[in-house]
């Protein structure tokens, strides 16, 4: 099994920082591409930073310049380092990972979820 465990979350007024992990835990081979997705409320889930193994990164524009993604390997955790945030920022952050895993012979892929962290940009 494998476990997507997020933290960092939080209450922080407009300007300021905050810092989002996600360690990825369980029956393990190799990890592609990570991920963080938002979810604001009524609104449908957004990719917001994707970065692959090889440590190729994409943002969604409204993030670009402000937001940056960064993954340990060793550790088997990515980062997401948020500046600049705005009230629009306000979202459950959900951690998102391409698993390669080692069953009973074969290799699998599955895609995971973390359970979601909220951050409340607000004055």
């Known amino acids: 099994q494998v476990q997507l465990v997020e933290s960092g979350g939080g209450l922080v007024q407009p300007g300021g920082s905050l810092r989002l992990s996600c360690v990825v835990s369980?029956?393990?081979?190799?990890?592609?591409?990570m991920g963080w997705y938002r979810q604001a409320p009524g609104k449908q889930r957004e990719l917001v930073a994707g970065?692959?193994?090889?440590?190729?990164?994409e943002y969604a524009d409204s993030v670009k310049g402000r937001f940056t993604i960064s993954r340990d390997n060793a550790k088997n955790t990515v980062y997401l380092q948020m500046n600049s945030l705005k009230p629009e920022d306000t979202a459950v952050y959900y951690c998102?990972?391409?698993?390669?895993?080692?069953?009973?012979?074969?290799?699998?892929?599955?895609?995971?979820w973390g359970q979601g962290t909220q951050v409340t940009v607000s004055s």
């Open positions: 998102n990972a391409d698993v390669q895993y080692f069953s009973g012979g074969y290799y699998y892929s599955q895609n995971y």
């Open positions: 369980g029956n393990i081979f190799s990890i592609n591409t």
């Open positions: 970065i692959t193994s090889g440590g190729s990164t």
